[in-house]
Each structure stands twice: as structure tokens, then as C-alpha cells.
């Protein structure tokens, strides 16, 4: 079974000391229905083993769905965080091919899931392993699947943000609070236990490329600027030539900012790093297609 559990022994303790048994179990069953905080007051006299923390299985539909959304394919490292008894993993080897890890702090399940790899024949794709999912590096991953509680995604979120851009992320579920879903797929779970819906909901997540700040033009170009502010995937600033100022807004997928139709300035932009690339512009901008803008620290950029 994939679970929803928490991995964490450390997440676990910061659950402990803010929750009662009786307040949690209310909160996971009346979660889909309503937004409720897991930040609630009180206090357990005595901590909980993390085995007994309440789990609900992922169905195969939702397994498939996960995968599916994040365009899973041969080129892919899939980590799942939570791995239960295994099956996102070697699921994404078995039928879509790609290599993956799975993360779990149940020595039982991690030898279930390492025994499924091997009978389903993708023992050398699919890999399992006890660990602690604060203590995992997650930079190999292109994929990375997840069905853990609200406040355990919102803990993992900064590190999931520091990801390579282009990373997707995907949860059953639970969301990552203000860092709002780039897609969302809803799914049929008739027999579904939590809640009164018979479906589940799969988050899939984009990392944006970081491209706050200003970029500075060369060459022919010096003076041209490009200032950014970004929250999460959105970004909105100013594109600057000589006394000409442009508005840009738009959507960052990955390494890729699209300008919106709104957008005054239709610029298309790729970042590598330091350097911002204008892959795709249209009017008297299109003079600046192929131009690249490099990040400086300074509030302008130098005449």
C-alpha cells in the first residue's frame, strides 16, 4: 500500500507537540471537505508510536494518475517520498520505464517493496531504501511523487523549490499552502474512506527557475534592462531600452517565461543560471531576439 503517513521522525515530534490524537484523526477525515489548519492546540500526555500515525491507501487509478500527469518516461528518476509497500516505483519502471527510489522509514515495507522489485523484474530500476526523508537529497530526481499531511509538504517545500527548474513535483491530495498547483486532475475513488467525495486530487507542480532581480544588457545592448519580481511560477517586471519602459508578466514553466496576452512586452525568455536569453519577441522588440542579459547585484544596470 502507498500511505499517507508522516515519514519524519523529527516532522513526527513537531506534529506530536501540536496536535491531540483525537484533533488529527478529525482533521485527516474532514480535510477534504473543509480547509482546515493542522496547526490546533493541545497537547498529547505522551507521545504516539509513528506506526499507529493513521494511513490511508493510495488506489492504483491515483497510482497511474500520479505518474501520468508528470509525463513519466524512460529519461526519468522518480523518488517517492513515503514509499509504503513500493508501487509508484516500480510502477514507473515497469510501465513507463524509468529508474526511481523510494523513501521509507518502515524497515518491513522497504523489504516488501525491494522483494515487489525484484518479482515484478525491475530490481535493477526500482531501488528502496529506510531513511529519513529530511535527510534525503532530492536533487537526482526529475520526478518526485508524494502523499504526506499539509504540514509535512509545507516543511519540504523550500527544499522543493531549490530543486533544478524543470523538476515536477506531484501529491495526492494535499497542496503546498500559497504555492498553488500548476495543474490539477481530479479522480474517481469509489470506495474512498476519508471524506464524503468519492475522488482524489492530484497536485502536479513545475519548479520555476529563480529570475528574481535585474539583468543587464552588453555590447550594443548596454543600458537595456530587464527587471523581474517573481512569486513562485508568476513573474511580472519592466523591460527598460533608453527612455522606453514595457510591462512583462507572465508564467514560468521550469526554465521558460511566457509572457502573458496581457503582457505589453511579448517577450519569450529562457534562464541558464545567471543569464537570461530572449528566445521569441514581437514588435520593435523583435530587434532583441537572441539577446542575452546577464544578473547583476546592482539595482540598474550601468549606462
Same mark, same amino acid.
Given at each position: 500500500?502507498?500511505?499517507?503517513?508522516?515519514?519524519?521522525?523529527?516532522?513526527?515530534?513537531?506534529?506530536?507537540?501540536?496536535?491531540?490524537?483525537?484533533?488529527?484523526?478529525?482533521?485527516? %477525515?474532514?480535510?477534504?471537505?473543509?480547509?482546515?489548519?493542522?496547526?490546533?492546540?493541545?497537547?498529547?500526555?505522551?507521545?504516539?508510536?509513528?506506526?499507529?500515525?493513521?494511513?490511508?491507501?493510495?488506489?492504483?487509478?491515483?497510482?497511474?494518475?500520479?505518474?501520468?500527469?508528470?509525463?513519466?518516461?524512460?529519461?526519468?528518476?522518480?523518488?517517492?517520498?513515503?514509499?509504503?509497500?513500493?508501487?509508484?516505483?516500480?510502477?514507473?519502471?515497469?510501465?513507463?520505464?524509468?529508474?526511481?527510489?523510494?523513501?521509507?522509514?518502515?524497515?518491513?515495507?522497504?523489504?516488501?517493496?525491494?522483494?515487489?522489485?525484484?518479482?515484478?523484474?525491475?530490481?535493477?530500476?526500482?531501488?528502496?531504501?529506510?531513511?529519513?526523508?529530511?535527510?534525503?537529497?532530492?536533487?537526482?530526481?526529475?520526478?518526485?511523487?508524494?502523499?504526506?499531511?499539509?504540514?509535512?509538504?509545507?516543511?519540504?517545500?523550500?527544499?522543493?523549490?531549490?530543486?533544478?527548474?524543470?523538476?515536477? %513535483?506531484?501529491?495526492?491530495?494535499?497542496?503546498?499552502?500559497?504555492?498553488?498547483?500548476?495543474?490539477?486532475?481530479?479522480?474517481?475513488?469509489?470506495?474512498?474512506?476519508?471524506?464524503?467525495?468519492?475522488?482524489?486530487?492530484?497536485?502536479?507542480?513545475?519548479?520555476?527557475?529563480?529570475?528574481?532581480?535585474?539583468?543587464?544588457?552588453?555590447?550594443?545592448?548596454?543600458?537595456?534592462?530587464?527587471?523581474?519580481?517573481?512569486?513562485?511560477?508568476?513573474?511580472?517586471?519592466?523591460?527598460?531600452?533608453?527612455?522606453?519602459?514595457?510591462?512583462?508578466?507572465?508564467?514560468?514553466?521550469?526554465?521558460?517565461?511566457?509572457?502573458?496576452?496581457?503582457?505589453?512586452?511579448?517577450?519569450?525568455?529562457?534562464?541558464?543560471?545567471?543569464?537570461?536569453?530572449?528566445?521569441?519577441?514581437?514588435?520593435?522588440?523583435?530587434?532583441?531576439?537572441?539577446?542575452?542579459?546577464?544578473?547583476?547585484?546592482?539595482?540598474?544596470?550601468?549606462?
Amino acid at each position: 500500500m502507498k500511505t499517507c503517513r508522516i515519514y519524519s521522525r523529527n516532522a513526527f515530534a513537531a506534529f506530536t507537540n501540536n496536535m491531540s490524537w483525537m484533533k488529527s484523526i478529525l482533521t485527516l %477525515i474532514l480535510a477534504p471537505l473543509m480547509a482546515l489548519s493542522f496547526a490546533v492546540p493541545g497537547a498529547w500526555s505522551q507521545a504516539m508510536p509513528l506506526e499507529e500515525v493513521p494511513f490511508v491507501t493510495t488506489p492504483d487509478n491515483v497510482t497511474l494518475e500520479m505518474l501520468s500527469i508528470a509525463g513519466v518516461n524512460a529519461s526519468d528518476f522518480v523518488m517517492d517520498l513515503g514509499s509504503g509497500d513500493g508501487r509508484i516505483v516500480i510502477l514507473a519502471a515497469r510501465r513507463f520505464g524509468a529508474r526511481g527510489l523510494g523513501v521509507e522509514i518502515v524497515p518491513e515495507l522497504v523489504a516488501l517493496s525491494n522483494a515487489s522489485a525484484k518479482s515484478a523484474g525491475v530490481a535493477d530500476r526500482a531501488e528502496f531504501r529506510e531513511q529519513d526523508l529530511f535527510r534525503t537529497d532530492f536533487s537526482p530526481a526529475s520526478v518526485i511523487t508524494m502523499y504526506l499531511l499539509p504540514e509535512v509538504n509545507m516543511q519540504l517545500r523550500p527544499a522543493m523549490l531549490a530543486l533544478k527548474p524543470g523538476t515536477r %513535483i506531484v501529491s495526492h491530495d494535499w497542496d503546498m499552502g500559497d504555492w498553488k498547483p500548476d495543474r490539477t486532475s481530479v479522480v474517481a475513488v469509489p470506495d474512498k474512506k476519508i471524506g464524503l467525495e468519492k475522488s482524489s486530487k492530484v497536485h502536479l507542480w513545475v519548479v520555476p527557475a529563480n529570475v528574481r532581480g535585474t539583468w543587464c544588457g552588453s555590447g550594443l545592448l548596454r543600458g537595456t534592462q530587464i527587471k523581474l519580481e517573481q512569486q513562485f511560477q508568476e513573474f511580472r517586471g519592466t523591460v527598460m531600452r533608453g527612455e522606453r519602459v514595457r510591462q512583462l508578466d507572465g508564467t514560468i514553466v521550469g526554465d521558460s517565461l511566457q509572457p502573458s496576452p496581457r503582457s505589453a512586452a511579448q517577450l519569450g525568455l529562457t534562464v541558464q543560471g545567471n543569464l537570461l536569453r530572449i528566445t521569441s519577441a514581437e514588435g520593435n522588440l523583435a530587434l532583441l531576439q537572441g539577446a542575452s542579459f546577464t544578473r547583476t547585484s546592482a539595482a540598474t544596470c550601468a549606462p
